[in-house]
Nanobody
Framework: QVQLVESGGGLVQPGGSLRLSCAASGISFSMYGTGWYRQAPGKQRELVATMDALGSTNYAVFVQGRFLISRDNTKNTVYLQMNSLKPEDTAVYYC????????WGRGTQVTVSS
């Protein structure tokens, strides 16, 4: 059974940083494309950052220069380092693995507020 489990969310002040983690079981991230998505209240889920199986990355314009996606194949974990956080970054952040099928985690809440 495939499981993706996100962690690392929480409450942070504007300008602060968080690092999200997504640990997988049942699949190997090295064989999948991986990505972080987010969904704010009343809005559609949107792409934040992706990394393909070869390690190439792609970022949404609104996070370029602030967020960094990385992967540790030995831990089968994907990370999202988020810096210079803004209130508009507040959302539930989801991890996704993309292969012949998509697998989603349940999400972790990130709240940016003073």
């Amino acid at each position: 059974q495939v499981q993706l489990v996100e962690s690392g969310g929480g409450l942070v002040q504007p300008g602060g940083s968080l690092r999200l983690s997504c640990a997988a079981s049942g699949i190997s991230f090295s064989m999948y494309g991986t990505g972080w998505y987010r969904q704010a209240p009343g809005k559609q889920r949107e792409l934040v950052a992706t990394m393909d199986a070869l390690g190439s990355t792609n970022y949404a314009v609104f996070v370029q220069g602030r967020f960094l996606i990385s992967r540790d194949n030995t831990k089968n974990t994907v990370y999202l380092q988020m810096n210079s956080l803004k209130p508009e970054d507040t959302a539930v952040y989801y991890c996704r693995a993309s292969g012949r099928v998509y697998y989603w985690g349940r999400g972790t809440q990130v709240t940016v507020s003073s």
